[in-house]
Nanobody, 125 residues
Framework: QVQLVESGGGLVQAGGSLRLSCAAS????????MGWFRQAPGKEREFVAA????????GHADSVKGRFTISRDNAKNTVYLQMNSLKPEDTAVYYC??????????????????WGQGTQVTVSS
């Protein structure tokens, strides 16, 4: 089992940057595929980015491609989401998630077993 704690959210002006971090408990972090999702008020949770457990694969939603970058440091049990050129439509609660699947699960929200509590990102225009 793994516990996830996000940090790094906040209020930023459009065009600004933030880096989200997700710290995982336990010594088996490197065995989990990791993902970031977000949920805006009144909307469904949507995929943002994912990374395989060995850094071999990454994937980003079209809406954030070229602006956001997912990465991980298995030695620090942490996954990151670097967000640049932020837009008001990026405003949402951002969630970190972990999947124990044998195979890389990418954007499949139903394949993630563990979720953090979320961190609020607000982008003002």
């Amino acid at each position: 089992q793994v516990q996830l704690v996000e940090s790094g959210g906040g209020l930023v002006q459009a065009g600004g940057s933030l880096r989200l971090s997700c710290a995982a408990s336990g010594r088996t972090f490197s065995t989990y595929h990791m993902g970031w999702f977000r949920q805006a008020p009144g909307k469904e949770r949507e995929f943002v980015a994912a990374i395989s457990r060995n850094n071999g694969y990454t994937g980003h939603a079209d809406s954030v491609k070229g602006r956001f970058t997912i990465s991980r440091d298995n030695a620090k049990n942490t996954v990151y989401l670097q967000m640049n050129s932020l837009k008001p439509e990026d405003t949402a609660v951002y969630y970190c998630a972990a999947s124990s699947s044998v195979y890389y699960v990418g954007s499949d929200v139903n394949r993630y077993n563990y979720w953090g509590q979320g961190t609020q990102v607000t982008v003002s225009s």
